[in-house]
């Protein structure tokens, strides 16, 4: 019975050690500490982004705000439980391979951006909201009529 119980634990640690080991490969490989940093290169070491990259280079934004600006929410815990969340989310997807081309921001993604847009043109915002209220006009996602701002189209 000893014996058994010995070989369980033995097989169980080898198999814990290999997963783990795997794990800290892929996120050594996969440069997952510079995840940390508010660097916008960093969202172009997957090659899948290179054009959101390059076109916020090309964009009018590019001198005022970094790709955590827009697309991360701006209190510390919020911003951490996001970039968790996008980092599972985006290393499965860009494992197997399985996003649309060319990559759409989802809806969890599209509310952060709108706050953020609010956050960042708070005073214009006020007016412009206002005044659309007052016309009877239903609110849109700021990027319905603004979606080359941050990101401006590659020839």
Same mark, same amino acid.
């Given at each position: 019975?000893?014996?058994?119980? #010995?070989?369980?634990?033995?097989?169980?640690?080898?198999? #814990?050690?290999?997963? =783990?080991? =795997?794990?800290?490969?892929?996120?050594?490989?996969?440069?997952? &500490?510079?995840?940390?940093?508010? @660097?916008?290169?960093?969202?172009?070491?997957?090659?899948?982004?290179?054009?959101?990259? @390059?076109?916020?280079?090309?964009?009018?934004?590019?001198?005022?705000?970094?790709?955590? @600006?827009?697309?991360?929410?701006?209190?510390? &815990?919020?911003? =951490?439980?996001?970039?968790?969340?996008?980092?599972?989310?985006?290393?499965?997807?860009?494992?197997?391979?399985?996003?649309?081309?060319?990559?759409?921001?989802?809806?969890?993604?599209?509310?952060?951006?709108?706050?953020?847009?609010?956050?960042?043109?708070?005073?214009?915002?006020? @007016?412009?909201?206002?005044?659309?209220?007052?016309?009877?006009?239903?609110?849109? =996602?700021?990027?319905?009529?603004?979606?080359?701002?941050?990101?401006?189209?590659?020839?």
């Amino acid at each position: 019975m000893r014996k058994s119980y #010995f070989k369980i634990n033995y097989v169980l640690a080898f198999c #814990f050690g290999i997963v =783990l080991g =795997l794990g800290m490969f892929v996120f050594y490989y996969g440069e997952g &500490f510079s995840y940390a940093s508010s @660097d916008p290169a960093v969202c172009a070491n997957c090659h899948a982004m290179n054009h959101q990259y @390059d076109s916020w280079i090309a964009s009018g934004h590019h001198h005022v705000a970094t790709c955590n @600006d827009c697309h991360m929410p701006s209190t510390s &815990f919020n911003k =951490l439980l996001a970039k968790a969340l996008n980092g599972w989310n985006h290393s499965v997807a860009f494992t197997l391979e399985n996003y649309h081309r060319p990559i759409q921001i989802k809806e969890y993604n599209k509310n952060i951006l709108q706050r953020n847009c609010i956050r960042c043109h708070q005073a214009l915002m006020e @007016d412009t909201l206002l005044n659309l209220y007052k016309e009877g006009h239903s609110m849109n =996602l700021c990027i319905h009529c603004h979606k080359n701002i941050g990101h401006m189209p590659i020839q």
